[in-house]
């Protein structure tokens, strides 16, 4: 019997984790959910409930076309990273 693609091989391979750089070598005034929750060392749906809940987290964030951007020296000011 052959393998087919959406073997349990696969699936491992789609969660694979993704490779962030450094805070310290962030250049841009905001980032997505995905790498403030890195940062933060939170999952992503925790700092989701943070922007629908505003005020309850320590980083703000905006919406840009729909999606969420967390601003990068708040992150920074929190983790207290130059």
Not at 12 to 19: G, I, L, V
Not at 37 to 42: K, P
């Amino acid at each position: 019997m052959q393998a087919t693609l959406h073997s349990a091989d696969t699936r491992r391979a789609a969660s694979a984790p993704q490779s962030f750089p450094p805070l310290e070598l962030v250049n841009r005034p905001t980032v997505p959910t995905e790498h403030a929750a890195y940062y933060l060392n939170r999952r992503p749906q925790t700092l989701r409930c943070w922007a629908m809940k505003s005020g309850t987290g320590p980083v703000s964030c905006i919406r840009i076309s729909g999606r969420l951007a967390w601003n990068v020296a708040e992150i920074r000011a929190v983790l207290g990273v130059a």
